[in-house]
Nanobody, 124 residues
């Protein structure tokens, strides 16, 4: 059974950096497109980034372009989200999710399996 576990969240000051990890077990990672999503208090879920099965294609929400970078290490069954220049508005619970499609999508309804989430708080 596919399982996704996020880690790397925490409290960071504005302008700081964090690297989130999504460890996938139950099947080889290269069968899945992986997306990162976030949900802040009082706001709808937002697609942050996604990466294709081979890692050759990526996509980002406009709000994080130039600051966040997604990557994957299929040999280690892990996807990463490097977050730089963090802002208070980046505060949210971050989730990774998997789908069997071929094209990156930032629509959460297109994903089948989800992790439990990791809290990211950006504050002074």
């Amino acid at each position: 059974q596919l399982q996704l576990v996020e880690s790397g969240g925490g409290l960071v000051q504005p302008g700081g950096s964090l690297r989130l990890s999504c460890a996938v077990s139950g099947f080889t990672l290269d069968y899945y497109v992986i997306g990162w999503f976030r949900q802040a208090p009082g706001k709808e879920r937002e697609g942050v980034s996604c990466i294709s099965k081979s890692g050759s294609s990526t996509n980002y929400a406009d709000s994080v372009k130039g600051r966040f970078t997604i990557s994957r290490d299929n040999a280690k069954n892990t996807v990463f989200l490097q977050m730089n220049s963090l802002k208070p508005e980046d505060t949210a619970v971050y989730y990774c999710a998997a789908r069997r499609g071929f094209i990156c999508s930032l629509l959460g309804r297109q994903y089948d399996d989800w992790g439990q989430g990791t809290q990211v708080t950006v504050s002074s």
